[in-house]
């Protein structure tokens, strides 16, 4: 991975959204949920402050509308703080 988050920041890999259909129609993509959960695939040296908990490969739950959508080499991936992680999925 060539992004490296800074301080206390996360770089998530969401888990793809589940495909639905009702009766045979197919829902498109902007009707689909947004996945809640992910795994991180780069973590932020945190701060003086605040050590670093995630660690990398855990799987983690955050909030609908947490952390920062960005894309590389055609992956969607978010970026947000350790803060905006509601829980570690063991």
């Known amino acids: 991975m060539n992004i490296?988050?800074?301080?206390?920041r996360v770089l998530v890999l969401p888990a793809p959204a589940e495909?639905?259909?009702i009766g045979g129609i197919i829902i498109p993509d902007t009707a689909k949920e947004k996945p809640l959960r992910g795994k991180v695939v780069a973590v932020g040296n945190g701060t003086k402050?605040?050590?670093?908990?995630?660690?990398?490969?855990?799987?983690?739950?955050y909030g609908k509308y947490?952390?920062?959508?960005?894309?590389?080499?055609?992956?969607k991936?978010?970026?947000?703080?350790?803060?905006?992680?509601l829980a570690i999925i063991k």
Do not use: C, F
């Open 19 to 21: 495909e639905k259909t």
């Open 49 to 61: 402050d605040e050590e670093m908990v995630i660690k990398l490969n855990d799987e983690v739950l």
């Open 77 to 85: 991936y978010l970026i947000m703080r350790q803060s905006d992680v």
């Open 4 to 8: 490296q988050p800074l301080a206390d």
């Open 66 to 75: 947490s952390g920062t959508e960005l894309e590389y080499e055609g992956e």
